[in-house]
């Protein structure tokens, strides 16, 4: 596998071990191990721009993951909070 796919794959999985570790979870120790694929990706990557492309990636997906509820409740709620608009 190459280290690009390899990256978003690790990108995808921190994303679901952070969410699986939301606190209506009873699995929140693993928001300790969820950040581990991120700081992989850190010690590997030598490019910041890629870096930064797989923190968001990380970190968005996250936010849709854990924030999916607001959309049954708000559509248009759910879109500003996925699209994090004030």
């Known amino acids: 596998m190459q ?5 978003l794959l ?3 999985l921190g994303a679901i071990l952070l969410w699986a570790a939301w606190p209506t979870s009873p699995l929140t120790l693993l ?3 969820g950040w581990l694929p991120l700081l992989y990706i850190v010690e590997r990557t030598s490019s910041w721009k890629r870096l930064l492309g797989y923190t968001y990636i990380h970190m968005v997906l996250w936010n849709v993951f854990t924030t999916w509820w607001v959309a049954k409740a708000s559509f248009t709620g759910g879109i500003s909070a996925f699209l994090q608009i004030v």
């Not at 280290?3 to 990256?7: D, E, L, R, V, Y």
Request: no cysteine; net charge positive; glycine share 0%.
């Open 3 to 7: 280290s690009t796919q390899k990256n």
């Open 10 to 12: 690790l990108s995808v």
């Open 31 to 33: 928001i300790f191990v």
